[in-house]
């Protein structure tokens, strides 16, 4: 700290002396320089004095004498220097405790990473004897599913205790653990839950564990003679659903030959959750479309359609449906399946169920726009008139796949009304486009043309029949849905409307 001068100094150029009482001043005693006022000002600064303005009155309006001003700024000084030792210690404590906290942490995570260490080179110990059941490596098995539950915790939530066990090497021994035989039920659903945890949003992860040969492995235990243990076969199950989330994994998943095992738990006794997932890992694999192949030579499709109705399950299930319709093979499988229009056309009315509309719009939309045949079997099925409601009533994009298939199915209509006409005309030619002759009284021969004005009658009261009864049932039928009151049930005065209606106002 500078050393404080004394704040009497007066004028910084002069001094007025105090012995004498003539007019005269006299110069500074010592050479003034700017390095010098520099320095006078960087020390009143320093000190908190306040330059010539100092010798001010005091509150008392008394003049401050030198040896006041000398003790209260020595006064000053010491006070603000042990305030800057208190700050300076306080400043050393924090520092101190954030090091300590720091070193606590690095030791945590070296302890941590010990622990891991000693988890994974228990898995990796290798059993003297393949066959357990003799009794010399059980001890060695239940160490080895004791490590595997620790790693099933630990992977649980920790993306980071993840990336560290996969760089141990964890994961090549827990699925080593699957090749014991199926008594060791609780080693192996211990390994297949530590892998599935390690899987979880870690894409490194998956891959390896397919690499490693899990897939081959959990499907040599699902094949063996021996009755599948049902929390075994949940965990296998699982597993399988959260490696076929990865695309590079789908193919290899896909031509394994698991796709049966799925199918079939769905259709079996097997728990809800067991259901759901081997559900949600069918249509992670029938994003693949070389896998829907594999999917349509089980039962998928009967099965499929039967279990619609199920609000679980269905929505589900159209997705998958959806993939399907999306290749050939899909939509050729769809539309010969007998009851396949009708249910579809019934879920286009589950006004409860937004989503399974949606759905049953879209496959109907590409079974529409791909094959004329489908297109037949729709009307048949009476999907018009469900399409005009949801039109109406459905959501946004339910509303735009209706209109789609409708403006489909009426380019349709209007090819074969047309076609109807020309070949209604080549064979009735001579019927309706002759003239008869008729001879009046007067010997006149007189001819009368029959043709075009009474077959284009003919057309124009079919189409307006059509028109009416289309209209007239899609209003009961949305008046139902309602559960509006009676009195608002379509009306003689709306069916006299309607009779004024034509085949332009419909979309269809």
Not at 170 to 183: S, Y
Not at 261 to 278: E, Y
Not at 410 to 433: M, W
Not at 499 to 507: C, D, G, H, I, Y
């Amino acid at each position: 700290m500078a050393k404080c001068h004394r704040n009497d100094v007066g004028s910084l150029t002069l001094d007025r002396p105090s012995t004498t009482t003539t007019s005269h001043f006299k110069q500074w005693s010592r050479p003034f320089t700017k390095a010098t006022l520099r320095r006078l000002i960087f020390d009143a600064v320093s000190c908190g004095a306040s330059s010539r303005y100092s010798h001010r009155h005091n509150n008392n309006n008394q003049p401050t004498s030198p040896t006041t001003t000398t003790t209260t700024t020595t006064t000053t000084t010491s006070v603000r220097s042990i305030l800057n030792d208190k700050k300076t210690e306080k400043l050393f404590d924090l520092l101190n405790l954030a090091e300590a906290e720091s070193e606590a942490e690095t030791m945590k995570k070296v302890e941590a990473l010990e622990q891991l260490k000693k988890v994974v080179k228990v898995l990796q110990m290798q059993l003297e004897s393949e066959d357990e059941e003799e009794g010399k490596d059980v001890i060695l098995i239940k160490r080895k599913s004791k490590a595997a539950s620790d790693v099933r915790l630990l992977a649980k939530e920790d993306s980071k205790v993840r990336v560290t066990l996969a760089m141990l090497g964890a994961i090549p021994p827990l699925v080593g653990m699957l090749n014991l035989d199926n008594d060791s039920d609780d080693a192996h659903i211990a390994s297949l839950y530590a892998l599935l945890n390690l899987g979880i949003a870690n894409d490194g992860n998956k891959a390896a564990i397919v690499k490693a040969g899990a897939v081959h492995k959990m499907l040599k235990l699902i094949e063996s003679p021996n009755s599948l243990n049902p929390s075994v076969s949940e965990a296998i199950i699982a597993n399988f659903l959260g490696l076929s989330a990865l695309d590079a994994n789908k193919p290899v998943i896909g031509s394994s030959g698991v796709i049966p095992f799925l199918v079939k738990t769905i259709d079996g006794k097997s728990s809800s959750q067991a259901k759901q997932d081997a559900l949600r890992a069918l249509y992670n694999l029938s994003i693949f479309p070389p896998n829907v192949s594999f999917i349509l030579e089980t039962d998928w499709i009967q099965l499929m359609f039967n279990s619609l109705g199920d609000m679980e399950v269905s929505e589900r299930i159209l997705s998958i449906l959806s993939n399907i319709v999306s290749t050939p093979e899909g939509r050729r499988a769809v539309g010969i399946f007998p009851e396949a229009f009708p249910i579809l056309v019934d879920v286009l009315n589950w006004t409860d169920s937004p989503g399974c509309q949606e759905k049953a719009s879209y496959i109907l939309m590409v079974l529409a726009h791909k094959t004329y045949g489908d297109r037949q079997a729709m009307i048949e099925a009476g999907v018009v008139s469900s399409l005009l409601e949801l039109t109406l009533i459905g959501t946004t994009l339910a509303q735009k796949r209706a209109s789609r298939i409708l403006e489909c199915l009426r380019v349709d209509k209007g090819k074969q009304v047309s076609e109807n006409f020309s070949l209604s005309a080549a064979v009735s030619a001579p019927i309706y486009g002759s003239c008869s002759s008729m001879t009046n009284p007067d010997g006149v021969v007189m001819k009368e043309c029959l043709g075009d004005e009474d077959m284009m009658s003919a057309e124009k009261k079919a189409v307006k029949q059509l028109v009416q009864q289309s209209l007239q049932n899609n209003m009961k039928r949305i008046v139902k849905r309602a559960n509006l009151p009676q009195d608002f049930a379509p009306s003689e005065h709306f069916k006299t409307l309607t009779a004024s209606s034509t085949s332009k106002s419909l979309p269809f």
